[in-house]
């Protein structure tokens, strides 16, 4: 979320944290979205999101204490209940001043409350590192959960209070993956030697990305093989290899050089 | 694009860098979305973005030459029309094979081919630096740019060809930004000065970006001041400092060190 990423300052390297933490969860990221610090931009977003009947659905951003601070609100407007004072929440801000400024009476002026205010029926969840708490709430089937969008306060909250959840959901899925690096050989070549392996190892997935393009020098080609599978960590394994050797073979077959 | 953001094997610095683009150009970039190398969820994602009526969508990625390079089929699906195999981007494809291996005869294999069946009703761009020709094509006023995924690739073929239709749409519009840091002050605390600035100056937009957080040491709080119109450029740039020395007086006052 959030105008510093539509502006191109920021680079959404909380999107790709989060992805990768759920992808070795066993759990599979269907859609990343950046919407604007706006009202009717993010509720139409969550509304959107919700309609795709995922399991979770995680924002960073915007339930900080600034004006712009809307995502809580959108998420109300979106589930069309009322944002409410939250008495658990209002502790949780206490606590959380009392304990980093000790000697200091820090008084719950409106923008800290205001941190405070969360959809009906959501529950708060501590934030380890920073002032303001996460938010859970659920709405057919669909587990929202609202993180700041401080990396490091997005990160402790996933960690402490998002992972069970999500691992829980997907269950003894587990992600395997590999990467190889292929040389001498264009990607328009490589096309057709990847579809041969994948055809011969159905659950394997590779997908091939051309560094240095085909442009000019050598043709230089990452390869990325993933499988995510319920079924026992041996076989998985196995299947992985398989196709990883075929390809080898295969490409090797033709000049390239595999490391 | 691509099941590599989705993984989060790979950070969406294309998204960023064509952001920062649109954004310098004084266009307003609305959504940045990232959808599963998958026909239906790329298409999907495409009929959504025409709906909300943009002067222009971009995609980066998929139009390579291997299984999983399904944007112009998807793109072809969201328009309902069908892919065809375009003349002049065969050309391209054989003149660049020519070019960069002019001592070989490259052969148009079905792998290369694809590269250049196109979205019936869509125009091949010259890639500068790559095989895959880009396709432009306009729907109900919206104008769809499909770049490669490579981002040397894409960078070269937005300077060549959609800056231009960019600042043609934006207009006079201007875009103008300065950043400052505050120390010393909490974000709750920064708050209402925020609000009271962009109270007197609107127009001028105020984001804060806590670094390091409110949960430890000293509150370390980037502020990213940015102004869009199409007014003057002098009067733009006016508003811009006014509003940053106003804000910058007023944390002055209660004891923050700006810098």
Redesign the interface.
């Given at each position: 979320m959030?105008?510093?990423?539509?502006?191109?300052?920021?680079?959404?390297?909380n999107?790709?944290?989060?992805?990768?933490?759920?992808?070795s969860l066993g759990g599979?990221?269907?859609?990343?979205?950046?919407?604007?610090?706006n009202l009717e931009?993010i509720s139409k977003?969550i509304r959107?999101a919700i309609r795709r009947k995922p399991n979770f659905i995680i924002t960073t951003g915007g339930i900080?204490?600034?004006?712009?601070d809307m995502t809580l609100k959108a998420v109300a407007r979106a589930l069309r209940v009322r944002l409410k004072l939250d008495k658990i929440a209002v502790t949780m801000i206490r606590e959380h001043y009392a304990r980093?400024f000790p000697k200091r009476r820090i008084s719950l002026?409106?923008?800290?409350l205001k941190?405070a205010s969360i959809p009906s029926g959501s529950m708060p969840i501590t934030?380890p590192?920073?002032?303001a708490p996460a938010v859970r709430i659920s709405v057919h089937g669909t587990e929202i959960f609202c993180l700041p969008g401080?990396p490091?306060?997005a990160k402790a909250i996933f960690r402490d209070s998002l992972s069970k959840a999500i691992s829980a959901k997907a269950g003894r899925k587990k992600f395997l993956?590999k990467w190889i690096t292929v040389q001498g050989l264009?990607?328009?070549?490589?096309?057709?030697i990847?579809?041969n392996v994948?055809r011969k190892f159905p659950g394997v997935?590779i997908?091939?990305?051309?560094?240095g393009?085909?442009?000019?020098g050598r043709p230089f080609i990452e390869l990325?093989f993933?499988i995510s599978s319920s079924g026992p960590g041996m076989k998985i394994e196995r299947q992985l290899l398989g196709a990883l050797r075929r390809l080898i073979v295969a490409v090797s077959n033709v000049g390239a050089r595999v490391s």
């Open positions: 959030g105008n510093e990423l539509l502006l191109g300052n920021t680079v959404n390297t999107a790709s944290w989060i992805a990768a933490q759920v992808t599979q990221v269907c859609r990343i979205t950046a919407v604007a610090d931009e977003a959107e900080g204490p600034t004006f712009d980093r002026t409106r923008p800290r941190m934030n590192v920073g002032t401080v490091r306060e993956e264009m990607e328009s070549r490589l096309a057709p990847i579809d994948m997935y997908k091939s990305h051309p560094r393009g085909e442009g000019r990325h993933s």
